[in-house]
């Protein structure tokens, strides 16, 4: 038996999970020499909110964060997350602009790529993959998991095969929402293992509080590596303590080889950050309890948090219990999507206006209409004929991958942006996030001013005319 790989969250989805991703960079600076000293499988930094979370309220720029990451962590891989062919933005995209910000990844130091569709349709997914491997990145192709009649063994087993016939690396079980139970993963693992070739990965969260035990089972039935977060920011809505994971290990034949005495010592440091979020109102102690109703209903946390939110507004809080016995239904009247985002979102708003007007789809969602017509590409099951045209109408339903429909786009995004680019990467952020990326650049430009015009008055202080 190999040794466990640990692939680290700290730098990304740990504070995603439990502060919405507002880890700064001096923050992480550091612990960055430290991290990369442990001998992680990874350090996944990059990619899912953190690229938004950096324009809108950081003000950082995205890919100087990667490039500094890159420079205090020579010796260890670099991970991010990719939502196929949304990339990071909320939109599909076309083909030219996923080539392109692939390729901007793997030059400014992403090594492995964690390439994942909300819908599991591999169609969406195709594009990245080919993108990876032409760059030579490690190419980690993810399988959404979530639970409904259509998600079997066989099911994961016949994707899983096919993302493996399309190149990845490896594969992995993506639980965003904690649905894992340890005995289904068990399950999971040992049949992924006897139906592909490649390294099998699991992620989980905390939220259930079913997430070690999940892990540890995986471990058994021949998981090679698992997504663990230094402890101060691991539990609740995170994941399993990195630490714990590796102790639990020791002196077994699944010994993860990581030092725990040196894991310590950047424990020490996390803990000050975990105290500083904690002063600054960033980090809620709701956010790190157990919330078993995740299993119940089987809905995320964040999705439950959001369905209470829109209902207060509503002043409909008593239908919470309608709402969530609504969920189900509409999920399997729209093909049982897994529930991620963005489809949590889109589902679960579309189950509180069924309950709250009274009358079941009265009222339809531009974004519910969207998942209908296939804008967001197919879902597990096929859609009834029926219910399509009673929601999109006389309109054509999209049956085709949805990209296909996007004519290229690179060209028309560089002109857009050229007034403010100062690197190359810049057109990749204004793809993505448009105004947002605009505000920042006119930040970037006027700090530089500053900075030029105060250099400026020293220059004629020091040589008076």
Known sequence: MARIGI??????????????????????????????????????????????????????????????????????????????????????????????FVQKSVANGIDILRIFDALNDFRNLETAIKAAKKEGAHTQAAISYTTGPVFDLEYYANYAKQLENAGADSICVKDMAGLLTPYGTYDLVKCLKETVKVPIQVHTHYTSGLGSMVLLKAIEAGAD???????????????????????????????????????????????????????????????????????????????????????????????????????????????????????????????????????RYKMVTKEFKGLVKGEYGKTPLPIDPEFRKKIIGDEEPIDCRPADLIEPELDKIRQEVAPYMEQEEDVLSYAQFGQVAVKFFEDRNNKKYKVDAAHSDVESQVHPL
């Not at 992680?40 to 990667?66: I, V």
């Not at 490039?67 to 010796?75: F, G, L």
């Not at 509503?314 to 963005?342: F, N, W």
């Open 225 to 359: 590596v698992v997504d663990t977060a230094m402890s101060p920011l691991a539990l609740g809505t995170s994941h399993p303590a990195t630490e714990s994971m590796v102790a639990a290990l020791q002196n077994t034949e699944y010994d993860t080889g990581l030092d725990l005495e040196a894991l310590t010592e950047i424990t020490k440091y996390v803990s000050t950050l975990r105290e500083k979020y904690l002063d600054e109102g960033l980090l809620d102690t709701k956010m790190l309890g157990v919330d078993s109703k995740t299993l119940i209903y089987q809905v995320p946390g964040g999705m439950l948090s959001n369905l209470v939110s829109q209902l207060k507004q509503a002043g409909k809080e008593d239908q919470l219990a309608d709402v969530l016995a609504e969920v189900p239904k509409v999920r399997e009247d729209c093909g049982y999507p897994p529930l991620v985002t963005p489809s949590s979102q889109i589902v679960g708003t579309q189950a509180v206006f069924n309950i709250i007007m009274g009358e």
């Open 7 to 100: 692939t680290e969250t700290v730098l990304r989805d740990a504070h995603q999970s439990l502060i919405a991703t507002r880890m700064t960079m001096d923050d992480m600076l550091p612990m960055l020499d430290s991290l990369d000293k442990i001998g992680f499988h990874s350090l996944e930094c990059w990619g899912g909110a953190t690229f938004d979370s950096c324009l809108r309220f950081l003000n950082e720029d995205p890919w100087d964060r990667l490039r500094t990451i890159k420079e205090h962590c020579p010796n260890t891989k670099l991970q991010m997350l990719f939502r196929g062919q949304n990339m990071l933005g909320y939109r599909h995209y076309a083909d030219d602009v996923v080539e392109y």
